[in-house]
């Protein structure tokens, strides 16, 4: 039972759930007062369905442009390409359609505007970096954006729930947090018809990845009662939601389910729960070394959770419950469930070998959730064991 913390609440109107994404990005664009509306959407979305093109139909002469082309790891360049490109078309509300990746670069695109920022250099100081435990720290400040969001995720990833973007230097090859309350996206559209078109490997790995943010949450330091509670529910519907996805990829209720498991996963995230080792050393295997963001925590969560268990035991057993495997290690049940979806389950599988652990290790320490995960990562040290655990190290 928590008995001391603070409970904060996100900066962002409402979710709406229930209604096909075309209309409901129209009724928010009226509701908003918007008249220059510019789209920043998925490229295969754009260019292989209509989904894109119902929503340009709907807007009609609010339609102020688009652009597909964000890569998967969302980088400086594409950020400061597209607020370049907003601005000249006179945008007053962005949105975003699509994964994790477009929902980051639109929320980095908003305080892109409101600086003016169109150089890949103008957005040095920004970051955040590691201050005391739980208070991130950078050397500039961001003014609230005056453009907004609005996000249709087509991904489970979970992104769009908070005000943070994971951007990537490509200079330095780093994935960098920036933060400002008002990224957070006003409004966030959930509708599980647009996300038929979404590969099943991403679907299914998005998933486990918002898994993982209510894994963290839920073992971390800072967490309180009503965290704890929701992202708890959040995520068992997420397992059940996953699985029934995996036996008919076309079940329309049960990506709803796992929608609805994915917004209650990311609670954590979304009131300033910091985040633990995964995001720390997750960051690191995505900006660093190319691993895809969905395939992260299938490889790295069961590390990570015996690594912490000694530290987190009460939490380990309400995951473990909540993946339906009571009585057995949170680790062990997250590897049954990457088991039965179908996905990785090993660091080697996606392509990082021992010889890169030293590598991660120096970098995730850097990372503002290192000094805040349940065993604090000092030192590269630290996660080179981390990632050295196995079955055998620590009982399963």
Not at 86 to 109: E, M
Not at 341 to 360: A, E, F, M, N
Request: proline share 6%.
């Amino acid at each position: 039972m928590r008995l001391v913390g603070v409970q904060h609440f996100p900066p962002m109107d409402r979710v709406i759930f229930g209604q096909a994404a075309a209309e409901a990005v129209l009724a928010e664009a009226q509701r908003l007062g918007a008249t220059r509306v510019y789209l920043v959407v998925s490229h295969t979305l754009n260019t292989t369905t209509d989904e894109i093109e119902k929503i340009r139909a709907k807007l009609g002469d609010r339609y102020a442009g688009a652009f597909d082309g964000v890569p998967q790891h969302t980088t400086r360049a594409s950020a400061v390409e597209i607020a370049k490109a907003a601005t000249a078309a006179g945008a007053d509300l962005l949105i975003a359609v699509g994964g994790g990746s477009v929902v980051d670069v639109v929320k980095i695109v908003t305080v892109c505007m409101e600086h003016e920022i169109f150089d890949e250099e103008g957005l040095d100081g920004y970051e955040l970096t590691a201050g005391a435990p739980g208070v991130p720290v950078s050397s500039k400040s961001f003014r609230a954006p005056t453009v907004r969001s609005i996000v249709v995720p087509t991904t489970l990833s979970g992104g769009e729930y908070n005000a943070g973007a994971l951007v990537t230097d490509t200079r330095r090859d780093w994935k960098q947090i920036f933060h400002h309350p008002l990224m957070m996206p006003r409004a966030i559209i959930l509708d599980p018809q647009i996300t038929i078109h979404t590969p099943e490997i991403l679907w299914l790995g998005s998933g486990t990845r918002s898994m993982d943010h209510g894994i963290e949450a839920l073992c971390s330091g800072f967490g309180t009662p009503l965290v704890d509670a929701v992202v708890t529910e959040g995520i068992g519907l997420l397992a059940e939601g996953l699985r029934r996805c995996k036996a008919d990829p076309l079940d329309l209720e049960a990506r709803r389910l796992a929608q609805y498991g994915s917004w209650l996963s990311a609670f954590g995230l979304q009131t300033r729960v910091p985040m633990g080792a995964s995001h720390a050393i997750g960051h690191v295997l995505g900006g660093t070394f190319g691993v895809p963001h969905y395939l992260i925590t299938p490889v790295l969560m069961p590390h990570v959770l015996r690594y912490n268990r000694s530290s987190t035991e009460d939490a380990q057993r309400r995951i473990a419950a909540a993946l339906g495997a009571a009585g057995r290690s949170a680790a062990t049940a997250v590897e049954q469930l990457v088991q039965e979806l179908g996905l990785p389950g090993k660091l080697s599988d996606v392509g990082i070998q021992p010889t890169d652990y030293g590598r991660i290790g120096e970098i995730a320490v850097k990372s503002v959730f290192a000094p805040v995960n349940p065993r604090p990562l000092a030192q590269p040290a630290d996660v080179v064991a981390l990632l050295e655990t196995t079955k055998d190290l620590v009982a399963a």
